[in-house]
């Protein structure tokens, strides 16, 4: 079942058009791979299906709903979970804080903020009450042990593995149907790259499915069922992670020979 589609997104920043056309799709169940050299659109296409960019041009459906240029805080009630490319934790916040930041969209009395009062009253059933986000963060955690003896500890003072670690339980917190991670990989040790990738495949094992955008090509689609290779915002090739890895074409251009 096409669980997320992307369909000829026209996309940019202001008057400039980044993305010319991309098409994507993420069936249910799926780990799916963004790949493609530096500067390709691939942050970009994830932040309009995202609602942080409003397209063009182009349509975003999620469970065959039209989503195009829905904001953010609205997609999280619908399931989606964003984890961007940088800063995305909160470094003066312990881990355990920002385990209950993750939640807070889903929080049934939000907080009276500014932009809480549109949703007015809104019933969404992934609302959660306050012990229902407590349960959600103990469920959390067994899916991250080695974040356990760390809870109380500032996530600014962590490895960059573990504040990985800590971006991904925080989104986590929302139960999501979909995961959209950007480079999750960035900037970390082989072995901690293992590790992270390891940590995907089994958020994807618990029942979410993965938009993955990574450099680390080789290793993002060993994990992912299908990938897609952007270049200067346009699809390249598009298949079955194993045929990507296997085409000699592909090898020589994104994955390093
Ligand atoms: N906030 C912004 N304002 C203006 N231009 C931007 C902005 N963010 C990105 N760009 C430009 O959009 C283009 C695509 O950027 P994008 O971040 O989507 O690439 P990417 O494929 O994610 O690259 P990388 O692998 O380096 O993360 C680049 O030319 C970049 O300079
Ligand atoms: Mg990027």
Known sequence: MILLEAQNL?????????????????????????????????????????????????????KGLDITGKPPRDLVLDGLAYVPQSNNTFPSLTVLENLEMGAITRRASPIPMPWNRSRGSATSPRMMNDSQIRRRAIETIALFPNLRPKLRERAGNLSGGEQQMVALAKSMM?????????????????????????????????????????????????????????????????????????NTDVAKLYLGG
Not at 16 to 45: C, F, W, Y
Not at 229 to 235: F, K
Request: aromatic share 4%; hydrophobic share 40%; proline share 4%.
């Open 174 to 246: 929302l139960d999501p149907d979909i995961l959209l991670i950007d480079e999750p990989s960035a900037g970390l040790a082989p072995k901690l790259v293992d590790m992270v990738f390891s940590k995907i495949v089994e958020i994807n094992g618990s029942g979410t499915s993965v938009v993955m955008v990574e450099q680390n090509a080789k290793k993002a689609l060993a994990i992912a069922n299908r990938g897609y290779i952007l270049e200067t915002g346009r699809n390249r090739y598009e298949g079955a992670a194993k045929e990507l890895l296997q």
């Open 10 to 62: 026209h996309s940019g920043y202001g008057e400039m058009e980044i993305l010319h056309g991309v098409s994507m799709r993420l069936d249910s169940q799926e780990i799916v791979t963004i790949i493609g050299p530096n500067g390709a659109g691939k942050s970009t296409l994830i932040k309009t299906i995202f609602g942080l960019l409003r397209p063009t041009a182009g349509q975003v459906t999620f």
